[in-house]
């Protein structure tokens, strides 16, 4: 089954793929609400550089979710959670004070899912909602802290014109903690499939969750939503290094919703061929005395394409809101391109907000001064750069992410001309 | 054999000719002080010793150990025994000092046929050459130069050149902008590190650091040209008298 370019005929199909389950009204609403909407175009303002509709007028199939087991070893040694393609491994972890559950086991959780109403915001996660079959379901109880990080091995091998929907839903009390890492991975997947996950997370007071997510999907698409809601002094973490893809898009989107909580976004990226990585960044300030703080880095040769888009809305009621922003970029090609766009819209008046962007050059006077002290042409520039990504790799709390990451970006960067 | 032969340089930086014609003979064991008016190409002599692709060489040579050093890559230069310390020594953020150091180390030793020093070894080396530069900044911990006063990052040049034990080190105007403090600490630093087997090239504005460092040598730099050669004496003429009378030597001879 194709979803087709023209918007009523995908609704028709929509409704037809639709699972009928207990989910159904908000299905629903995630499919009327694309029905207005369409898919959308390079003439949307938010979908401007990066053309996601190329793949749906090549034509998508519904796929049902699993693909073949990937797995080998897991990239940190962690507990783990095992999606193959957008079906989940029942065979959970076992960790104090987590529980995992699926969609479809009926959990008393599953209320939550759309809660966050992004199915009546974005069109992708609007899609997702409409068409995903499972979900995992990580509920984490009050006060629990595991030291442990949690692995969501997302193992992908979507064929050609697969469109594949995931969906997890991560739910913690008050007082509870979690650090999840996200790798998306894949060898070989077609460059006319399509990989849609969603993440809705609801953070509870004093609660803390940090959510790293490593793609490296080779020659895939993936656009991947992540909607979160912050209580009273909770604290969300987000970071992202993108290492191959041919497209890959990351909507997050963070609601402050209780006072002196935290929102952190840090984000790296390496693109290069004809590839596009595209962060686009929602920090909704709603209540006073919260934090906010972006920080997105990337390297780009080729003639790859990047895209920094950082919304930050302070309203009306978030008195004494500290937002702080910076895209920084490096080209190290003429003929790559970075679209960068901070877009504040601040309604009250006693804030702090800021944000910042640059896109240039390796530092050629750096360069000169390590070769003269014996490092190689393509060894200073590797230590130049691995500093460059150094600010954001510090904010991986999980020390044995933070080495794994740093050894993949340098053998990225003794790779890169 | 001579350690640096450097015959007729020529050398510009954009469109402008700097070094126009330059030479000078340095061997082992010999320090030679190069000082000069601003403008007269003393910086330009050092960048194009280091490997500064910024400077392009039109005419002339220069030999280290008989081997070509123009034809070298900085790195290979550097790996050769060759060191540059800076007049501006670069900041560069978010390179730590102890990365920098272990890659630098590394790759010299590994030219010279040395060992890894392990991490014991490493931070024991390390001291070592601290303590003999009197270098008190705290580097672990720290980004390259970066947050340094302008006399902590001289003492960081002098402390590099320690660690990687060059045989012709040239100093461009290290003494610029160091009170006398520092300016001592840095001579006591090259002091110790001369020997029969090594040679320095000293670039500097002022006879004051030739009090630190006695110079074998004395040159004026003129024009891209080495003008007038002595010993010490002509740098404190020099002091003496600045450099006018120099030029008009020149003229007199010209006309």
């Not at chain 2, 790996?79 to 670069?90: D, I, K, M, N, T």
Request: hydrophobic share 40%; with cysteine.
């Amino acid at each position: 089954m194709s979803i087709l370019k023209e918007t009523t005929e995908v609704l028709g199909h929509l409704l037809e793929a639709m699972p009928s389950d207990s989910l159904f009204a908000i299905r629903e609403e995630a499919a009327s609400f694309l029905h207005e909407k369409g898919i959308p175009s390079k003439r949307h303002e938010d979908w401007k550089y990066t053309n996601i509709k190329r793949l749906f007028d090549h034509g998508l199939t519904i796929a049902s979710g699993e693909g073949q087991e990937t797995r080998d070893e897991g990239i940190v040694p962690a507990p783990t959670v095992q999606f193959s393609n957008s079906s989940v491994n029942r065979n959970f972890p076992t960790i104090d004070g987590v529980t995992f559950n699926l969609f479809s086991d009926a959990s008393e959780l599953n209320k939550f899912i759309g809660k966050s109403g992004i199915h009546n915001k974005q069109e992708l996660a609007a899609l997702n909602t409409t068409l995903f079959t499972d979900a995992l379901v990580i509920h984490v109880e009050k006060n629990a802290q595991p030291t442990q990080s949690l692995l969501i091995d997302h193992g992908v091998s979507a064929a050609e014109s697969e469109f594949l929907n995931s969906r997890i839903l991560i739910v913690l009390e008050d007082g509870a903690k979690l650090n999840c890492v996200h790798h998306f991975h894949g060898e070989a997947i077609s460059d006319n499939s399509l990989v849609n996950h969603v993440t809705e997370a609801f953070i509870g007071a004093n609660a803390s969750l940090e959510l790293n997510f490593l793609q490296e999907i080779g020659t895939g698409n993936l656009v991947n939503t992540t909607e979160v809601n912050v209580e009273r002094d909770g604290r969300f973490t987000t970071n992202t290094v993108q290492l191959s893809g041919k497209l890959i898009r990351n909507n997050t989107n963070v609601r402050i919703a209780g006072q002196n909580a935290e929102a952190h976004l840090n984000g790296f990226y390496m693109i290069d061929g004809n590839d596009l990585y595209d962060n686009h960044t929602l920090v909704d300030h709603l209540v006073p005395n919260c934090q906010s703080n972006e920080v997105y880095k990337g390297l780009l040769s080729g003639k790859a394409t990047g895209v920094f888009n950082g919304k930050v809305h302070v309203h009306r009621d978030a008195q004494k809101t500290n937002a702080y922003q910076q895209n920084k970029n490096i080209l190290l090609s003429d003929t790559a391109t970075m679209n960068s766009k901070p877009e504040l819209e601040i309604y009250a008046d006693d804030v702090k907000c800021s944000h910042g962007s640059t896109t240039g050059q390796l530092d050629e006077d750096a360069v000169f001064y390590l070769r003269s002290r014996g490092l190689s042409h393509k060894g200073a520039i590797a230590l130049l750069l691995t500093a460059f990504a150094s600010d954001v790799l510090e904010q991986v709390s999980d020390e044995g992410l933070r080495a794994v990451l740093e050894e993949k970006i340098q053998s990225r960067l003794f790779g890169m001309e | 054999m001579s350690l640096l032969k450097i015959d007729n340089l020529h050398a510009r930086v954009e469109e402008k000719e700097i070094l126009k014609g330059f030479n000078l003979t340095v061997n082992a064991g010999e320090v030679h002080a190069i000082m000069g008016p601003n403008g007269a190409g003393k910086s330009t002599l050092a960048s194009v010793l280091a490997g500064n692709s910024n400077f392009e060489v039109t005419a002339g040579s220069a030999l280290l150990d008989s081997v070509d050093l123009l034809e070298m890559a900085p790195e290979e230069r550097a790996r050769e025994g060759v060191f540059l310390a800076f007049q501006y020594p670069v900041e560069i953020p978010g390179v730590s000092n102890t990365n920098f150091l272990r890659a630098a180390l590394g790759e010299v030793r590994k030219h010279r046929g040395l060992p890894e020093l392990d991490a014991k070894a490493f931070l024991a080396y390390i001291k070592e050459k601290k303590e003999m530069v009197e270098l008190t900044a705290d580097l672990a911990g720290r980004a390259v130069n970066e947050g340094f006063s302008g006399g902590e990052k001289k003492r960081n040049e002098i402390f590099q050149m320690a660690m990687l034990d060059p045989k012709l080190a040239i100093l461009d105007e290290t003494d610029s902008g160091l009170d006398i403090d520092a300016l001592r600490i840095v001579a006591n630093g090259v002091n110790k590190l001369r020997s029969k087997d090594k040679a320095f090239i000293v670039i500097t504005h002022y006879q004051r650091l030739l009090d630190y460092i006695v110079p074998d040598f004395v040159h004026v730099l003129y024009n891209g040209r080495i003008v007038k050669s002595g010993t010490k004496e002509l740098a404190l003429e020099l002091e003496e008298k600045g450099y006018d009378w120099i030029k008009a030597e020149l003229e007199e001879t010209a006309a």
